[in-house]
C-alpha cells in the first residue's frame, strides 16, 4: 500500500470513529431536552382526574426554547460552486488532501448528509497555491478560482484592540498579523494598532492563527 492511501485509510477510520461518537453524542441530547420538555412531577401513566371540587386550573408548562450558536463561525472550504451544497457528495476527499488538516465535515441534522467546513478563528486556510482541496474535488463542487471568479471570502478580519499587544505597550511591538497575511497591503498600521482592508481581506484566519495575544487581538467576522 501506498503512503498516500496508507494516511486516506488512516484518515478515514478516524472519521468514522468521530461520526459514530458524534451520532452517540446527538442522541444524548436529544434525550437531555426531551427530558427538560417534560414537565417536573409528570408521569407517562395516566393520571387522576382532578376532583370537581377544585375551582383552579393547573397552569400548562412553559416549555424554554433554545437557540444554539453552533456553527455560526464555520466556512465553507475555498472555490465553493453557486451549486456546492446540490454537488458536494461528503467523499470527504477535500478534507484528507488539506495538507494542514484545516477542514472537518459538518452533518446537517434534516438530510444526514455532511458537508466539508472549517473555522478560520481556530485554524486557518493557508491559502495554498496549488488548492490542493479544489484540485482533488471529483464533482466540481469546488471551482478553481479562474471559473469561480475572483479571490476567496470567508469573512473579515476585524481588530480586538483591547487584546492587542500594541494597546498595553504604547508602541508598535508586534507586526505579526502583517507578515503572516497572504494579501499585499490588506494589514495598515493606524499609529502602533493594525486595521484591516475589508476589500482586500479574505478572511483566511492567518492573522488569527498567528496572533501571540490571548485572548486573540482579531478576529473573523462574519457576513450575517
Given at each position: ?13 478516524v472519521f468514522q ?135 476567496p471570502n470567508f ?53 488569527v492563527e498567528s ?14
Amino acid at each position: 500500500m501506498k503512503r498516500k492511501d496508507l494516511f486516506r485509510e488512516g484518515f478515514k477510520s478516524v472519521f468514522q470513529f468521530t461520526f459514530n461518537k458524534a451520532d452517540e453524542f446527538t442522541e444524548a441530547i436529544k434525550e437531555v431536552w426531551e427530558d427538560e420538555k417534560t414537565p417536573k412531577g409528570s408521569s407517562t401513566k395516566t393520571s387522576k382526574r382532578p376532583s370537581s371540587k377544585s375551582k383552579s386550573k393547573p397552569k400548562p408548562a412553559t416549555v424554554r426554547k433554545r437557540k444554539t450558536k453552533m456553527f455560526q463561525t464555520l466556512a465553507l472550504p475555498p472555490g465553493v460552486s453557486p451549486d456546492f451544497f446540490s454537488l458536494c457528495t461528503g467523499c470527504n476527499e477535500c478534507i484528507f488532501a488539506c495538507p494542514y488538516a484545516v477542514l472537518f465535515p459538518v452533518t446537517v441534522q434534516e438530510s444526514g448528509k455532511s458537508f466539508p467546513h472549517f473555522d478560520p478563528n481556530a485554524k486557518a486556510c493557508h491559502m495554498c497555491s496549488d488548492w490542493p482541496c479544489i484540485s482533488v474535488c471529483p464533482e466540481e463542487a469546488l471551482l478553481p478560482y479562474d471559473l469561480s471568479g475572483g479571490k476567496p471570502n470567508f469573512g473579515k478580519a476585524k481588530a480586538i484592540t483591547e487584546h492587542c499587544i500594541n494597546e498595553k505597550t504604547g508602541e508598535p511591538t508586534c507586526e505579526v498579523c502583517l507578515t503572516t497575511c497572504p494579501i499585499e497591503k490588506t494589514v495598515k498600521f493606524k499609529g502602533n494598532l493594525p486595521t484591516f482592508v475589508s476589500s482586500t481581506c479574505t478572511g483566511c484566519g492567518l492573522c488569527v492563527e498567528s496572533c501571540p495575544s490571548f485572548p486573540k487581538a482579531i478576529q473573523i467576522k462574519f457576513k450575517k
